[in-house]
Nanobody, 118 residues
Framework: QVQLVESGGGLVQPGGSLRLSCAASGFTFSSAAMSWYRQAPGKERELVAG????????NYADSVKGRFFISKDNAKSTLYLQMNSLKPEDTAVYYC???????????WGQGTQVTVSS
């Protein structure tokens, strides 16, 4: 059974930092392409950051470049998103996404709420 369990969300003031984690199980984490998406109220879900299974190549949405950093620990089957210099417009539910390297099946976590407000 595949599981993606996000944690680390919460309320933070503008300019603050948070680190999201996504604990994965039920598939071969090391060969999966992993990403973080977010969805703000009334908006479509958007890609925030992604990391490939080969070469650890990373890509970021323009709105988070230089502030967010995506990483993965294959030994722990965990994906991370370090978020710095947070802005109110970063407020959203953040979702962990995985695409299996062998089957291309896609998986989603349940999401974790991030609220940036003073």
């Amino acid at each position: 059974q595949v599981q993606l369990v996000e944690s680390g969300g919460g309320l933070v003031q503008p300019g603050g930092s948070l680190r999201l984690s996504c604990a994965a199980s039920g598939f071969t984490f090391s060969s999966a392409a992993m990403s973080w998406y977010r969805q703000a109220p009334g908006k479509e879900r958007e890609l925030v950051a992604g990391i490939l299974n080969i070469g650890f190549k990373r890509n970021y949405a323009d709105s988070v470049k230089g502030r967010f950093f995506i990483s993965k620990d294959n030994a722990k089957s965990t994906l991370y998103l370090q978020m710095n210099s947070l802005k109110p417009e970063d407020t959203a539910v953040y979702y962990c996404y995985a695409r299996s390297g062998s089957s291309n099946i896609e998986y989603w976590g349940q999401g974790t709420q991030v609220t940036v407000s003073s």
